[in-house]
């Protein structure tokens, strides 16, 4: 399984940007997909999860309503839609698929992972 993330920039505070995840073959109807986020100095972050059913969906306590994730499997890729962004959505996004339909927001249960796109909120 091969992931590419794409669609980080700087933004100023208040802004939108919409991160895409790439995957090759039929990845996301057969893995359940995760986005996660990492800050300088700070731990892997969950921010959204996607089962590869398409019947549930997660979001960290932090999104409070500003982000959404979804998916277009004719495209093969899962999206991560932000708005609303704040300075401290700072982060090197990721995302990450498990062989399961059950989305869950440990990173140890993603077994593919992505190589980042860097976010910059300026405030």
């Known amino acids: 399984v091969q992931l590419q993330a794409s669609g980080g920039g700087l933004v100023q505070a208040g802004g939108s940007l919409r991160l895409s995840c790439a995957g090759s073959?039929?990845?996301?109807?057969?893995?359940?997909t995760g986005w996660f986020r990492q800050a300088p100095g700070k731990e892997r972050e969950f921010v959204a999860a996607?089962?590869?059913?398409?019947?549930?969906?997660y979001y960290g306590d932090f999104v409070k309503g500003r982000f959404t994730i979804s998916r277009d499997n004719a495209k093969n890729t899962v999206y991560l839609q932000m708005n609303s962004l704040k300075p401290e959505d700072t982060a090197v996004y990721f995302c990450?698929?498990?062989?399961?339909?059950?989305?869950?927001?440990?990173?140890?249960?993603?077994?593919?992972w992505g190589q980042g796109t860097q976010v910059t909120v300026s405030s």
């Open positions: 990450a698929v498990r062989p399961s339909d059950t989305a869950v927001s440990s990173t140890a249960h993603y077994d593919y």
């Open positions: 073959g039929r990845t996301f109807t057969t893995y359940s």
């Open positions: 996607f089962a590869s059913s398409g019947s549930r969906v």
